[in-house]
């Protein structure tokens, strides 16, 4: 298979009063398209900033990120954010649903972005609310998101993520937040419509049981991945 996105000796410093704090220390690092792929470590490893580094949300201080074999931080902004909101769909810990807004505008809220999004909004409605049933919240599409559970409220957050049929899924502890049997339940979504897709899934967890359900499992310490 094909790489889908690749981190060649991928640095992020960050400057921290008087000194500089090293988070990624030259990661190397390969995503097959199509792949699913968890990424573990302890807290302060460096797991959510090679994530948002990958998905076009944090520059590296150095080193590469390559989208399909291009430099991705060598575009232009413009067509770097049009690569991340047409091909990358974003799962974080936190929801991100704004409160004024319904459910099914809150999963629309992507698709109109587009160019031409104006013309098609029948079409992009209909594809939110098809989205919203498919994770179950057909009869909650008109509910403002706090009145949503946690749960009902992340599974709303992927099908945001989908809206735009991305190819590659990032998704940050997308269940840090939720007990156990409602984890299980966003985790089976997440997996069953990454696979209907074929969609490329990178999954930062500190739970060992998820990183057990993708194809491969990389463990970073102390910025470096070392499994």
């Not at 909650?140 to 957050?157: D, F, I, K, Y």
């Not at 966003?186 to 990454?194: N, S, T």
């Amino acid at each position: 298979m094909s790489s889908l996105v690749q981190a060649v000796a991928v640095r992020r410093s960050y400057a921290v009063e008087t000194r500089t704090l090293d988070v990624l220390r030259g990661v190397d690092l390969s995503v097959a398209e199509g792949e699913s792929l968890a990424i573990t470590g302890m807290s302060g490893a460096g797991k959510s900033t090679l994530l948002h580094v990958l998905g076009g949300l944090d520059r590296p201080t150095s080193g590469q990120v390559l989208y399909r074999g291009r430099d991705f931080y060598a575009l232009g902004d413009r067509e770097r954010s049009a690569i991340r909101a047409q091909k990358i769909g974003f799962v974080f810990q936190a929801y991100h649903l704004l409160p004024e807004l319904t459910v099914l505008e809150n999963v629309l809220l992507p698709g109109l972005s587009a160019a031409g999004a104006f013309l098609r909004g029948p079409t992009l409605r209909a594809r939110a609310a098809e989205l919203l049933a498919r994770v179950g919240l057909a009869e909650r599409a008109a509910h403002r998101p706090n009145e949503l559970s946690g749960g009902e409220q992340q599974r709303a957050a992927l099908a945001r993520a989908l809206m735009n049929g991305p190819e590659l899924l990032l998704a940050d502890e997308p269940t840090g937040n939720l007990d156990s049997k409602t984890g299980e339940d966003v985790l089976r979504y997440l997996f069953e419509l990454a696979g209907e897709r074929n969609l490329t899934l990178v999954i930062v967890t500190h739970n060992e049981a998820v990183a057990a359900r993708c194809r491969r499992h990389v463990v970073l310490r102390d910025g470096l991945p070392v499994a």
